[in-house]
């Protein structure tokens, strides 16, 4: 079946912009995560959604940076004002339930350049 | 969230066993071992995860030391599409599932 989308795959924007990124988890999956990646950097754990819970937003950098996701489906990920230091691959995760065993599906990321 | 440590880079001959090690030494009773790969410029990618016992899939085989201070994840025959970075992650129980990423290995598979 399709796996977890995420679009666009590039973007460059100027700073001080606001950028929207999207993510389209698989279908089904009630938990859906948000990771950032910097050049040559492990992932770091921005936000994460469960059903119709409260989203876990304690890795979210700056209030700059906020979420959004309706129900069990798509995501946005919106970061205000961007910074050079914003520039980095975003990536989002999901799986089927909220449980420790559950394995994470990713997408392929967002690659995103801050001028 | 226990942390856990890994080589920052190995080689491997194509065709050879790749063998992985990780030290999780403050690993808790309930958290689970994960291995994630990232090949360059995707996701990452799930590949195997254990709790006590030894497990075995059609990608690799997760070895558990008695004690669960380490682990070592293996590629039984490593082809040069399994050149990538592993990343060992210790399961955060407690409040959020999210996966805390350390630096993981890059492995490099030579012809």
């Known amino acids: 079946g399709a796996g977890v989308s995420q679009s666009p795959s590039n973007k460059v924007t100027e700073k001080g912009k606001d950028v929207e990124l999207r993510c389209d988890p698989i279908s089904g999956h009630t938990a859906l995560y948000w990771y950032r990646q910097r050049l040559g950097q492990g992932l770091e754990f921005l936000i994460y959604f469960q059903g119709n819970s409260a989203p876990d937003k304690s890795g979210l950098p700056s209030d700059r940076f906020s979420a959004e996701r309706t129900g069990e489906s798509v995501s946005t990920l919106t970061i205000q004002r961007t910074q050079q230091e914003d520039s980095a691959v975003y990536l989002c995760?999901?799986?089927?339930?909220?449980?420790?065993?559950?394995?994470?599906?990713f997408g392929p990321g967002t690659r995103l350049t801050v001028l | 969230d226990a942390k856990t440590t890994q080589p920052t880079s190995m080689d491997c001959a194509e065709g050879r066993a790749a063998n992985l090690p990780c030290n999780h030494s403050?690993?808790?009773?309930?958290?689970?071992v994960y291995w994630y790969r990232q090949i360059h410029s995707q996701g990452p990618q799930y590949i195997i995860h254990g709790l006590k016992n030894n497990e075995t899939n059609e990608m690799a085989s997760l070895i558990i030391t008695e004690d669960r201070k380490s682990s070592t994840l293996i590629l039984p025959h490593a082809t040069l599409r399994d050149t990538a970075v592993y990343y060992c992650?210790?399961?955060?129980?407690?409040?959020?599932?999210?996966?805390?990423f350390g630096q993981g290995t890059r492995l490099t598979i030579n012809p």
């Open positions: 403050t690993i808790s009773g309930n958290e689970y």
């Open positions: 992650i210790v399961r955060d129980w407690q409040g959020a599932q999210k996966l805390v």
């Open positions: 995760a999901s799986s089927p339930d909220f449980v420790s065993t559950d394995t994470q599906y």
